[in-house]
């Protein structure tokens, strides 16, 4: 479980790259609430998922994280004054107030924006199934 959570990390980090990327501030609010932690529960089983039926990691680690950036971003809007008004998460100061609402808010609409334009069609393949 460990390496598949590192592998998950490692994706996300890719996946949110400053790399070439605009607008830059977006992308790093995203980086800062996306890749400071967590038990990336919901990513880990849609791999274990396709796995189960005879795919692999690689496969389903895209659909992980989205999966994971969507969980993030439903986060990020929860925690807004609007919403529940925390202050921490994960014994961090939570995205509203480090890099202020009107950011945050444009980074939950962008980061589901983004998954659609970063997601490719997925192949079909046929998978000998595991009993």
């Known amino acids: 479980m460990t390496q598949k959570i590192k592998s998950i990390n490692e994706a996300l980090d890719v996946a949110i790259s400053l790399k070439d990327k605009e607008p830059r501030e977006l992308h790093e609010a995203m980086r800062y609430s996306l890749l400071r932690g967590g038990k990336r529960v919901c990513p880990f089983f849609c791999i274990a998922s396709c796995e189960l039926v005879g795919g692999t ?3 389903a680690m895209p ?9 993030d971003a439903a986060l990020i809007q929860d925690d807004l004054p609007c919403m ?11 995205n ?8 945050s808010c444009s980074c939950v609409n962008y980061t589901t924006q983004y998954i659609g334009f970063q997601s490719k069609p997925a192949k079909h393949t046929k998978t000998k199934r595991k009993h």
């Open 96 to 103: 509203h107030k480090a890099i202020g609402e009107a950011l």
């Open 63 to 71: 659909a992980a994280c989205a999966i994971e950036m969507i969980h």
């Open 57 to 59: 990691e690689s496969m």
């Open 84 to 94: 529940d008004n925390a202050h921490l998460r994960r014994g961090k100061p939570i």
